[in-house]
């Protein structure tokens, strides 16, 4: 099976590239350097037909939440109109093809985790962005999936994980947002569940959401989970997320149902003290 990846230095695409190697998979991946699709978006489409692969699986994104807000253009090419042109040309070659969208596209005001059919309703551009994205995807029709995912992060790249770790190690005193709530995603086992999919495609476009499993916490939670690990003892306070005003408003609930992605792909979903373990492990390797 040969698989194209549209992403090569992004958290999902390095871990899909670890994955695909581990298996001896035949792939190839493109990122912003090889195709830049903020300027040429339609290029998807011509390397999905040079290519013909036997499946794609889009990685890209523009991924800064609060940059968005002042690059709404771009955030809506690549979140919106690329996939949307990916999903149109698999959905003509009858190839399977995997999306990724967000925790975003909800207002955070639901009390529970989210429902894949549960009503959207972003509260900044990225999520806007993502939303529309979501809705391309879903009117290309053909063998599409979108899995919506929440918290990504892998031991190396630059996210949550990292900044604690960085921050902890040069900071006493450390204030630590205590009211937004959801669950973490290690990027290989978001990797492994979008290649289970691979294995189990639905005729017709559908949405899932994919995180790791266990106790719903806050960002709070998970630092201190990370300094656990790394056995860091930063003096904590609590706060609100009003304590960091930011250009882009978050969800306080980004909370995923994800059972029906684990019962339909017969593919359990890790809990993410396990990712966290896997993290750890990475950064040593
Ligand atoms: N990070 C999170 O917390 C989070 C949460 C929920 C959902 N998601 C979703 O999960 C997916 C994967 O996220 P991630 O964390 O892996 O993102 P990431 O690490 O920020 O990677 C972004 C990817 O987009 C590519 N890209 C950026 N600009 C591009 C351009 N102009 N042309 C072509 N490619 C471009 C990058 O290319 P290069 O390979 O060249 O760098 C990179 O591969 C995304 O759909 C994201 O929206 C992420």
Redesign the pocket.
């Known amino acids: 099976m040969s698989i194209l990846v ?9 871990a899909l590239q670890r994955s695909l190697t581990a298996r001896g998979a035949e792939f190839s ?11 040429h978006p339609e290029n998807a489409a011509q390397l999905i037909r040079k290519l013909s692969p036997d499946a794609v699986i ?7 939440v609060d940059g968005a807000e002042k690059q709404a253009a ?1 955030a809506n090419i ?2 919106a109109k ?1 996939p949307g042109i990916m999903a149109a040309a698999c959905a003509k070659a009858d190839i399977p093809f995997i ?6 596209v909800f207002d955070g005001e639901k009390s529970g985790a989210y429902h894949p059919t549960d009503k959207r309703n972003p509260l900044n551009t990225y999520g806007r962005s ?1 939303a529309a994205g979501e809705r391309a995807v879903m009117a290309a029709g053909g063998q599409s999936l979108i899995l ?6 892998d031991g190396t ?4 994980m990292t900044t604690m770790l960085r921050l902890a190690a040069s900071e006493t005193h450390l204030n630590l947002v205590s009211t937004q709530f959801g669950r973490p ?1 290690y ?1 290989g086992h ?1 990797a492994e569940a979008c290649l289970a999919a691979l294995e189990t495609m639905p005729a017709q476009p559908k949405i899932y959401h994919v995180s790791n499993s266990g106790p719903v916490i806050s960002w709070a939670d998970f630092a201190e989970a990370i300094f656990d690990h790394a056995k860091l003892h930063p003096d904590v306070t609590r706060v609100s997320s009003d304590h960091f005003p930011r250009p882009a408003k978050r969800p306080d609930n980004s909370a995923l149902d994800i059972t029906d992605f684990e019962r339909d792909f017969q593919h359990p979903l890790q809990p993410w003290q396990m990712g966290l373990e896997l993290a750890f492990q990475e950064r040593n390797t």
């Open positions: 549209f992403g090569k230095n992004g958290q999902l695409s390095r991946c493109y990122g912003r350097k090889e195709l830049d699709l903020i300027a889009n990685g890209c994104a523009f991924t800064d771009e690549l979140n690329a999306h990724i969208s967000t925790d975003y993502k919506r995912t929440s918290w990504v992060y790249g630059q996210n949550f995603t990027a978001l």
